[in-house]
C-alpha cells in the first residue's frame, strides 16, 4: 500500500548550511564504508550544502587526486553492492568528488594542524564560503584527545559570531567511567559541549528513530506503556558475524563495552523513557539520560550472563570457536555474549523486567525489542485456563526486518471454542520506498544544521558506563564469574535462557 502523502510529516528537506567537513582518518575504513557513501547521498538528495569541501587528513602518502579516486571506488563499491543496489548518480558523484582535498600529515604535529587551518581559510576564500567547519573523528579513540587539543591550540576549535567549529566524535567514548570522564574533560579544556557530538550509529537507523514516532506520535501505545500493562520487555542485538579481523581491539574489549553502555543502554533508553516536553534536542536527551539513570544496581551474579562461543555450525557449515579465532588468546577470558537483567526504579517501570541480549556468532542476525503485554485477568472462555492464552506482544524490529509486529489471540474458526495466536505484521518496505541508506546520513545532516538530538550528551554516556561499572570492577578484581559457552551459529548460553526462567520467561526464539 503506497504511503499516504497528505498525513506523510515533512523531512527537514533544505539544503545543510555552506560549510567544510574535515575527516581526521579519510584514509580509514569508516570513511571509506560509511561516510564517503553517505555524502554521496546527501549529495544525491540535494542535502549536501551548496558552497561545501571535504578535507580527508590521514599520515599517508597520497594527494587530493588520489583521495579522490580513492572515494570514487567507496562510492561505486556502495553502489554497487547487492544490498545496496541502485542506479549510480553519476552528477551527484562528480559534484561530490570536486570538493574533496587531501592532507597528509601526523595527527601530533603542530605543523599539520596549521597547514590545515591554511588549506581551510584558502577553499573558504576561493569558494567565497562562510567559516563553519565540521571536524569528524573517524581514527582510533586513542587519538580524539590529541586531535582535540591541537585543535585547541591551533585556533581550529575556535568559535566566532557566524562560524561555528563542531567535533563528531566516534564510539568508543572511553573505555570505562573513569576514562569516558578523563576524555570527557579533556575535551571540555578546548570545545564547550555545545560543540560536541557525541556519536553512537544505532541512532541513525531509521528503525531506532521510530520507537520515538511509535510512541509519541500515536495515542495507542502510550497508555500501555507501564507497568500496570506490561509484564517485561526484550532488548535484542544478535549478530552473525564472530570476530573477523577484530581480535586486536575485540579482546581488550568485549560484548559488555563494545555493545552495552552504547547501543543497547540508547534502544533501552528509547523504549523506557519519559515523553520529553517538546523534541529539542535537550528535552530528549535529559528524557533518556533520566531513564539511565533509574536503573537499579545490577548484581552480578544474578542479573548477568557472560558468554563465548565454543565451535559450531551454521547451516551445514562449521564455524570456529571463539579462542580458535586468530589473534584471540587461546586462554581468552573475553565474552562475546552479554545478557543481563535491569530493573528501573520509577513509577513507570517498578517491577518490569528489562532483559537485554547481544553476541556474536548467534545463529541469526536480529536486533528487535519485544513488549511483552501481561495476560487478561480471567478466561471467559470454557475449558481455556487463563495460562493458556498466549499474552499479546508487540515487537519492534529493528534490523534486518525493519517494522513492527503486534500478536494477540483470534478465534479458530470451527464449532468449537479455540484461540489461536495471529500477528498484525506492518513492514517498512510496503509503505517507504527509501533508497538504501547507511544511516550516517541523517547524523551528517544533523551535525551540520546543529541538531544533537541523535547525539549523546556527556550525562547519558556517563550514565550508560555508571551502570556497567560495578560489573567491570567485579570482573576485574578476578571475582570468579563463571563463562557460559555456546556453540558459534546458537542462540547463545542455557544460562540466559535459565535467568529468564527465574521469573517464568522465556527469550524470544531468535529464528
Ligand atoms: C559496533 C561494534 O559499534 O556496532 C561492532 O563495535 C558491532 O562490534 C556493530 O558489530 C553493530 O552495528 P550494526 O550497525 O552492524 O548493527
Not at 257 to 279: G, K, V, Y
Not at 481 to 486: E, F, G, L, S
Amino acid at each position: 500500500m503506497p504511503l499516504d502523502i497528505e498525513h506523510a510529516m515533512t523531512p527537514h528537506g533544505d539544503r545543510a548550511p555552506d560549510c567544510t567537513m574535515v575527516i581526521f582518518g579519510g584514509g580509514g575504513d569508516l570513511t571509506k564504508r560509511l561516510l564517503a557513501p553517505a555524502l554521496y547521498n546527501l549529495a544525491r538528495t540535494g542535502l549536501l550544502p551548496a558552497r561545501f569541501a571535504l578535507i580527508g587528513v590521514d599520515k599517508l602518502d597520497m594527494d587530493d587526486a588520489g583521495f579522490r579516486a580513492h572515494l570514487d571506488k567507496a562510492i561505486r563499491d556502495f553502489a554497487s553492492d547487492k544490498h545496496y543496489a541502485q542506479t549510480l548518480d553519476e552528477n551527484a558523484l562528480s559534484a561530490l568528488l570536486e570538493r574533496v582535498h587531501f592532507l597528509s600529515g601526523d595527527f601530533g604535529e603542530d605543523d599539520t594542524y596549521h597547514r590545515l587551518d591554511r588549506m581551510i581559510v584558502g577553499i573558504s576564500k576561493d569558494r567565497h564560503q562562510s567559516d563553519h567547519v565540521l571536524f569528524y573523528m573517524a581514527v582510533a579513540s586513542r587519538f580524539f584527545g590529541l586531535i582535540v587539543d591541537h585543535l585547541g591550540k591551533s585556533g581550529l576549535a575556535r568559535e566566532a559570531p557566524g562560524q561555528w567549529r563542531r567535533v563528531v566524535v566516534e564510539k568508543p567514548f572511553g573505555n570505562d567511567l573513569q576514562s569516558a570522564k578523563a576524555l570527557n574533560t579533556q575535551l571540555r579544556q578546548t570545545l564547550m559541549e555545545s560543540q560536541i557530538y557525541r556519536m553512537d550509529h544505532f541512532l541513525g537507523k531509521e528503525t531506532v528513530q521510530n520507537i520515538m514516532m511509535m510512541r509519541f506520535a500515536n495515542g495507542i501505545f502510550e497508555p500501555l506503556w507501564n507497568r500496570d500493562h506490561i509484564d517485561h520487555i526484550q532488548i535484542t542485538v544478535a549478530e552473525t558475524v564472530g570476530v573477523e579481523r577484530r581480535a586486536g581491539f575485540y579482546e581488550a574489549t568485549g560484548a559488555m563495552r563494545d555493545m552495552i553502555p552504547n547501543h543497547l543502554f540508547q534502544l533501552l533508553a528509547l523504549t523506557a523513557m519519559e515523553p520529553p516536553s517538546s523534541f529539542s534536542a535537550d528535552a530528549v536527551r535529559s528524557e533518556k539520560t533520566k531513564a539511565l539513570l533509574s536503573v537499579h544496581t545490577v548484581d552480578p551474579h544474578r542479573d548477568v550472563v557472560r558468554g563465548q562461543y565454543v565451535a559450531g555450525q551454521r547451516d551445514g557449515t562449521a564455524l570456529k570457536g571463539y579462542r580458535q579465532e586468530d589473534g584471540v588468546a587461546p586462554d581468552s577470558l573475553t565474552e562475546t555474549y552479554l545478557s543481563m537483567r535491569l530493573m528501573l526504579d520509577n513509577w513507570r517501570w517498578a517491577g518490569v523486567p528489562f532483559y537485554l541480549r547481544t553476541g556474536k556468532a548467534m545463529s541469526t542476525r536480529r536486533s528487535e525489542i519485544l513488549v511483552q503485554f501481561k495476560r487478561p485477568p480471567l478466561s471467559l472462555f470454557r475449558n481455556t485456563a487463563t495460562e493458556n492464552l498466549m499474552p499479546n506482544a508487540l515487537l519492534i524490529k529493528l534490523q534486518p526486518e525493519e517494522g513492527a509486529a503486534l500478536s494477540f489471540g483470534a478465534k479458530i474458526p470451527g464449532p468449537a471454542i479455540r484461540i489461536g495466536q495471529v500477528h498484525m505484521d506492518f513492514h517498512y518496505k510496503d509503505y517507504f520506498q527509501n533508497a538504501p541508506a547507511t544511516g550516517y546520513e541523517t547524523l551528517i545532516y544533523d551535525c551540520m544544521i546543529g541538531d544533537a538530538t541523535l547525539f549523546q550528551r556527556s550525562d547519558s554516556v556517563m550514565a550508560g558506563w555508571s551502570i556497567v561499572q560495578p560489573l567491570l570492577d567485579h570482573w576485574a578484581q578476578g571475582a570468579v564469574v563463571p563463562m557460559a559457552h555456546y556453540a558459534a551459529g546458537s542462540e547463545g548460553p542455557k544460562e540466559s535462557e535459565e535467568m529468564l526462567q527465574e521469573r517464568g520467561h522465556h527469550w524470544k526464539p531468535l529464528d
